[in-house]
């Protein structure tokens, strides 16, 4: 079937599902001259000790199937009631149920409101907070965790929610931080904070991310991803959190393990006015004290403890509308030690083996970083009418990030043969490493990464419920930035020992080389710590200014009916999502010249160490490190130009580099759904089931090079020569290697390419209550990821060969390649099978307890977790998805007769299976991360420390 077909198919459904047609009304109206037998129950349900109102609080009648679930406003609406008297089952996780009669008229509306409370938790009067045990915010918690475990029980698919009350507060109010407590859900760390998230280990990109349900994106540093940043938005405005394991067609498929939405605060959750504020410090155990201590970054004295301070404020104006207004900032300061070593089981002359490898690498890092982050966001709620909310949404995040790499690295070399004769061959053993005369090196480099980051998020949302039609539709708008520009030092600064060196590791163990030392080639020892024995040689810059924005509407119409003997819902909708990004990078090469300008003359980097950052202990053994300084380097060099210069082949490359990172994408997702739900067996088993097709398109810019253009062609193509057979320099092509040839050969975003693939997305949910507090559930979804944007924006380098007449025109002779980025890549597909049991327990009533499970990934890596869970329930899921691949067509394709083609092509077909066990509460402790060629080893400095005050009034 193609597109359009496919296109018109489903919207017919849609219409079909929006459509109530007179046979479809016939168990709503009435015979003639019988007045209405039915009516209508409204109201709100709330939990009156804490004053919020309650999501997805399940009211039934009892002694029927109705039964409904309020929405985050804790508002219910149940139709087609039969008149006189009724009685209403309210029940919520953790309070204690009610039941409610109610005189329900015929044709009439009566509004009946429920007040829940909790006689364990709250005591027996109305109003009185019973304390916890240990500390007062542990109601605020339990309360975050029942709302979370309420919705996520009810839920039609599979997802886990949790509250953002649910941890109590969470450091820096990273939501990363909060959502590594979640399981199934992996964290993606840049050296101590998280700033991505992943389900399942499918990665950061192939994770959906959402702010009530609006797409959200983040700028990054260098080519634009589909990963999201965690550090654009904190939990300060979020109200909770859902991961969804299972898409239904509601929801999008382009999410191979998983979609994250957090759900923003809202005023209409509460009853009366509350001011929420706390002020923090963050210290961490390497720098506890208040006096000012050194610094890196601009080798300047600062502060290590950092304050920062957080608030939310909501304000119901009556029923109809309300606002909820929060801010919050961070400041804090981190250090990281790293020591990493590099094994060699190959190498010249070397004696290698990958059963006998040689230590050839050692990498100190000292990297202190400080960064602060400020959010405020505002929310405002208005009932239209008694049926309809309209909901304005905006957040603005900025956040400032100023760090430090600063990197030792000592290295044996990968030759055993010394450079001169009579030298010292490599020798090595399982404790020591020996180089070759003249083989080793020892650099120093580091340099300052402080970037800027802006985004925000501007959302309008309609809903609209009156019990038969349930409409939902909105308009979004997210865009971020991330920049670097003018730092005031340099990106990085290298210098090198001054002459050969034969750099021996002795008494090596887990973490480092006991021992090193370095030999010149008269074998005389080379003080490593000494300055002086080290040359500078080049500095680099590297500003950035990228940009993401995505803009996207939605609708979802949802009509019940009551034709069949069990309630029964069609719902459709569609979606378009516009994403655009722009990326642009620079990356500039100067070469050290010293105080005398003069590069012939090698100068030590003396002048440039750091003033303050000095006699440091950075870990491992290791101390008073000749660090210098990328800023001091920087106002040396403004103050003295002829300090640093660059060559003309480096300022080409430069433009080179400028010209090649320019890229441009812009991506539109199209999409429209059909899902039905039933309840059978007395509200027992619940299916919802459905199809969702989406359609995107790619479109991007990327850059062109053509080595070939600085010559002259003929009319029908072919090169203009000379008498000799030369081919002819275009008169503006320069010299080889020169900007103006440049200028010919590489186009900035001059290869533009589009390509548009679309798909079928069913998806089957199964909820059955064995009993009340125990439920299993089935599901089936078809999911996919889209390819990353570093594989889909064109890029595109032409080189055609010099041929005779004679070998241009015989057809077996190649011509020339080009080589291209795959725009045709197809996504990632994926068929989940998913087998979930849950069982409820009372908070209040469940033990601590610990226990430990394994995580496998086909067919090689291997993970051990271990939980630590203090929570509701367990919650088992069992994931196989039986396909995952991922191709790109043919593995060559003919362009024309003077050329031919590589293409990059992937295909990966694999079964995948997880095993989660939902919890509460998660600690995992650090572990070195290993490789095939070495070993990294990360101190976090011990131990983080958070002193805070928090407060709050409720009017």
Known sequence: MNQTNSVAVLSAWIVFALSATPAMSAAEVTPAGAGPQTGTIVGRVQNVVTGNYLNQARISVKGSDAIVFTDEFGLYRLVNVRSGPNVLEVFYTDLDPQEIAVQVSAGGSVEQNVELTSKARYGEKEGIVKLGEFVVSSDRETDGMATAVNEQRFAPNIKNVLSSDSFGDILGSNVGEFLKYIPGLTAEYSQVEIVGISVRGFGGDKTGFTSDGAA?????????????????TSLNNVSRVEVTKVPT????????????????????????????????QVANSENLTYRKTPHSFDDSMTRKIRPGWEFDYTKPFGKNFGITLTGFQSDKFNEQHLTTTLYNAAGTSTGASITKPFLQQHLLQDAPRSQMRTTFSLK??????????????????????????MNWTTDVGTNGTPTIAGGVPLTFGEKFAEGATGRGTVTLAGGGHPFTTETNLLNLNYRFDDGRWKVESGVSQSDSSRKRTNTGQFSGLNSALTNPARIVFSDINPERPGTIRAFDNNNREIDIYDIRNYRATTATLSPYGNSSVSRSVNLN??????????????????????????????????????????????????????????????????????????????????????????????????????????????????????????????????????????????????????????????????????ATGARIRKPGAGAVGSMEELLLTRQERAFKNKRSYDGYFPSLHLTYNIKDNFQARLAYARTYGRPGYSDIIPNATFSERDLSEADFNNPDVIKGTVTIRNTALRPWTADNYDLSVEYYMLIRLLPKYEFATVSSLWPVSRSRRRFRTSCVSSLMTLRVPRTW??????????????????????????????FDVAAANVTRRLRPTRSCSGRTRRSRSGFGLRTSYRAKHSA
């Not at 540093?221 to 654009?232: E, H, I, K, L």
């Not at 191709?887 to 079964?911: I, K, L, N, Q």
């Open 380 to 405: 405002a709620d208005w009932r239209v009418t008694p049926n309809a909310v309209l909901s304005l949404g905006a957040q603005t995040s900025r956040s400032s990030n100023h760090g430090v790499s």
């Open 216 to 232: 959200v994106v983040s700028a990054s540093a260098g080519q634009a991803t589909r990963a999201f940043n965690m550090n654009v």
């Open 885 to 914: 691949k991922r191709s790109g067509g043919p593995t060559a394709s003919p362009v024309s007769t003077a050329t031919g083609m590589a293409s990059r092509v992937a295909s990966r077909t694999a079964p995948r299976s997880c």
């Open 557 to 722: 119409v949802k009509r019940r009916f009551n034709f069949f003997p069990f309630p029964f819902a069609l719902q459709a909708g569609g979606l378009r999502t516009d994403f655009r990004a722009d990326t642009r990078t620079e990356s500039y090469t100067y070469n050290y010249n010293g105080p005398d300008g003069d590069p012939a003359t090698p100068d030590s980097p003396e002048p440039l160490l750091m003033q303050n950052y000095r006699n440091m202990d950075s870990f491992y053994g290791f101390k008073n490190v000749p660090w210098t300084s990328a800023k001091g380097a920087y106002v040396a060099y403004l103050a003295n130009p002829r300090l640093f210069s660059q060559t003309p082949a480096q300022i080409v490359a430069t433009e080179n580099a400028r010209r090649t990172a320019s890229e441009y994408v812009q991506e539109v997702v199209s999409a429209l759904y059909l899902q039905a739900e039933a309840r059978l067996m007395n509200n027992r088993l619940n299916v919802l089931t459905g199809v969702r097709f989406e359609k995107t398109t790619d479109q991007g810019e990327g850059s062109l090079f053509d080595a070939n253009a600085v010559f002259v062609r003929n009319a029908d193509g072919t090169f203009a020569r000379t």
């Open 249 to 280: 067609p509601a929801t999008p498929a382009d999410s191979l393990g998983g979609s994250v939405n957090m759900i923003s605060k809202s005023a209409f959750e509460r009853t009366r006015a509350q001011f929420n504020f706390g002020v923090s």
